[in-house]
């Protein structure tokens, strides 16, 4: 038994089915959050190296937009993204218990990654707020009254170079991070799914370079690129009558790149699902699976249609059917995924119905001879002559 085993107890039938719908709920609401989270980063810290080194308050303005509305609130980091994360960790360990596999210690290792990007990238979005305040706090000051020398001007000097520092180490440091928890979470996700691979994959590098957590990282990627395409559009044209004060040249900027990114990213999606669903072994796949993967390639298409449409013709009226429409699909390819799980760690959840049974049986022997009383045959002495188990016999 690893250590990760001592984690968690032997879960009956009935509880290994209320984990399953847990790990599913949990998959939900994680998957499209990092997928935004993941955008979001790389798109800010792009436009904000873009905008310092222009001069160019437009892609400024981007970057902080992006980053603040992807991220929704400073409360969705625990919602949405650590307490989800430890749900599905020990729903992993749960139904992988006593199974030959380090996925649950990869799984772990990636958690406590993911759990490290979040702090960083939140630590970069409240830097664009810091800086806002210092602008508001030189745009009402007199013109002169930051050039002295004195200790107050120095502390406010100092302020600002520090804040500048941490924007560019926490947004470069949580997007890397977050990438590298992102491409070990996929990568475990296939193992698991894989029992031929358990006993053949010992150590991290095995995980790291195999084509399957390749093709794996890619699905993950190319749906977090559609996820946050159709983010953009919502949040930025949709959601509560869309931003304030957009430009026309703002919001073709935003439209752009958040078309770019939705049809560059649905290029690659449906080979990459394909790939990811021909390395699973025959004993993960099943027609309940085919059916989840060709339902999600039919959203795409419809999906993808909107957003196309939205891109060229400019109509933001169906940001809102487009957001609904992936979100369907992550919902899809969730249980899809899952379905496979299910498929491939089936052997080893009636193993652990058995070890489970067998230690409340061990239990109630434990019970009965400590106590000194046997419940069956008092039964059979007092109460067996007028009651069965399940009707009365007499009165």
């Known amino acids: 038994m690893n250590f990760f085993d001592e984690l968690v107890i032997p879960a009956s039938a009935n509880h290994i089915m209320l984990i399953k719908y847990m790990l599913t709920i949990s998959l939900l609401l994680f998957i499209p959050y990092i997928s935004m989270l993941l955008g979001a980063t790389f798109i800010s810290t792009h436009f904000r190296k873009k905008g310092k080194t222009e001069k160019n308050s437009m892609y400024l303005r981007f970057a902080k937009d992006v980053i603040e509305k992807l991220t929704i609130t400073k409360s969705a980091e625990l919602a949405l993204g650590t307490i989800p994360a430890i749900s599905v960790f020990f729903a992993y360990a749960q139904l ?15 958690v406590v990654m993911f759990i490290i990007a979040f702090v960083f990238i939140y630590k970069y979005r409240n830097t ?6 210092m602008n508001a706090f030189k745009s009402i000051s007199p013109k002169d009254a930051l050039s002295g020398e004195n200790e ?41 799914s894989s029992p031929d691979k358990w006993a053949n994959v010992g150590n991290i590098l095995q995980v790291i370079f195999s084509w399957q957590t390749l093709f794996s990282f890619g699905a993950l990627i190319s749906l977090a690129g559609i996820i946050t395409g159709g983010a953009i559009m919502f949040y930025f044209f949709s959601w509560d009558g869309g931003l304030k004060d957009m430009t026309e040249e703002y919001a073709s900027l935003a439209r752009n790149v958040a078309g770019k990114v939705a049809l560059g990213s649905g290029i690659m999606f449906p080979l990459m699902l394909i790939i990811s669903y021909a390395y699973l072994p025959m004993e993960s796949q099943s027609p309940t699976v085919f059916f989840y993967m060709v ?21 933001y009226n ?17 249980i899809k995924d899952q379905a496979a799980f299910g498929n491939a760690v089936h052997n080893n959840t009636l193993e652990i119905n058995k070890i489970a049974d067998d230690e409340v049986k061990q239990v109630r022997s434990k019970t009965m001879e400590s106590t000194g009383i046997n419940v069956e045959d008092i039964f059979k002495q007092k109460c067996s002559a007028c009651h069965k188990f399940d009707q009365k016999l007499v009165g």
């Open 96 to 110: 992988l218990y006593s199974a030959k596999t380090i996925s649950v210690g990869m799984l772990a290792l990636s």
């Open 128 to 133: 664009f707020k810091l800086e806002g305040i």
């Open 152 to 192: 107050s001007v120095q502390e406010i000097k100092e302020f600002e170079e520090n804040n500048i520092s941490t924007n560019s180490i926490s947004g470069t440091t949580g997007k890397w991070m977050l990438l590298s928890a992102a491409y070990i979470f996929a990568g475990t996700m296939a193992l698991a």
């Open 295 to 315: 339902t999600v390639l039919i959203l795409f298409l419809i999906a993808g249609n909107f957003i196309y449409a939205m891109f060229k013709n400019s109509d």
């Open 318 to 334: 169906s940001a809102t059917t487009v957001f609904i429409l992936v979100f369907v699909l992550v919902l899809f390819n969730v």
